[in-house]
């Protein structure tokens, strides 16, 4: 694991998007796929990336880590947020969580792993994920069902005090080949610090298992770091 640190959130996003394009460019495959993270953190990046003009994007198949059960157009969708402050500003290809008024969250799970399994072949190239300030990432939160999950690329987890939540599992991302997390504030600098001591958060989880994992955090959250 690397660590990047910046000033403050507006260097963070910033470096990001420089960080992504630079991989995104690294790829020589006809395709490659970028998992876009929900949250407040990641948009100042997806803003600052729909700057950077050596960017492809007819080449890139966009999707989410994670969704919550909420209509597409719901303030609150991650799929939302991320067409809003990138995708409907550049030619990507979206797939966006099926959603369905009264169709059971576990339905919509599966059909995404199918259309995952599809778009991204036998690994994922790109994933980025936020941090929350109890150490989840995605929606792979600390003993819920989905943090066990083993068979399933994609599965349906009800969070309580969140309701149902949509998320890629541990073996989707440990098979990325490259995880870029993105912390930022300082109600983040002691979980950061946990994590990064090895305490097996779910953040640390993900981490520990993937072959190249980059830790974009500003100031204030690495404030706790040794």
């Known amino acids: 694991m690397r660590i990047i640190v910046a000033r403050d959130p507006a260097e963070l996003a910033e470096r990001a998007a420089a960080h992504i394009a630079a991989l995104l460019a690294a790829s020589r495959s006809d395709r490659v796929s970028l998992g876009l993270a929900g949250g407040s953190t990641p948009r100042g990046t997806y803003e600052r990336l729909r700057e950077q003009a050596d960017i492809d994007w007819t080449r890139v198949d966009a999707w989410l880590g994670d969704e919550r059960w909420v209509p597409p157009d719901h303030?609150?969708?991650n799929g939302w947020a991320a067409r809003t402050a990138l995708l409907d500003h550049v030619p990507a290809a979206f797939f966006a969580v099926p959603w369905g008024e009264g169709r059971p969250p576990q339905a919509a799970a599966e059909e995404y792993a199918a259309t995952l399994q599809q778009i991204l072949g036998d690994r994922p190239d790109i994933v980025l994920l936020g941090m929350g300030d109890d150490g989840h990432t995605a929606s792979l939160f600390s003993g819920t069902a989905a943090?066990?999950?083993?068979?399933?690329?994609?599965?349906?987890?009800?969070?309580?005090?969140?309701?149902?939540?949509l998320t890629a599992t541990l073996p989707l991302l440990h098979r990325a080949r490259h995880l870029v997390f993105l912390v930022a504030g300082q109600a983040k600098a002691s979980v950061l610090a946990r994590v990064m001591n090895g305490e097996p958060l779910p953040s640390r989880l993900v981490a520990d298992g993937a072959e190249d994992v980059t830790w974009l955090v500003d100031e204030p959250a690495a404030s706790a770091l040794d």
């Open 147 to 165: 943090l066990a999950e083993t068979d399933s690329d994609f599965v349906a987890n009800l969070v309580p005090g969140r309701g149902w939540r």
């Open 75 to 77: 303030g609150d969708s």
